[in-house]
């Protein structure tokens, strides 16, 4: 694994959880919490599996 796919499967998992975090408390609606969650995961997964690297 190189130091970016080891970057992604931290900072994912961070960024979905500040977004039910914020949910949670009010900060966020559900489609702007949606759409975070969706967004991070599909951009960590195109990263990971890119063949340049």
């Given at each position: 694994m190189t130091d970016?796919?080891?970057g992604l499967s931290v900072?994912?998992?961070i960024i979905v959880g500040f977004?039910?975090?914020l949910y949670?408390?009010?900060v966020?609606?559900?489609?702007a919490t949606l759409?975070?969650?969706l967004f991070s995961i599909a951009i960590a997964?195109?990263?990971f599996l890119d063949p340049s690297q």
């Open positions: 970016a796919q080891i900072a994912t998992p977004a039910i975090l949670r408390m009010g966020l609606q559900r489609a759409s975070a969650v997964v195109v990263l």
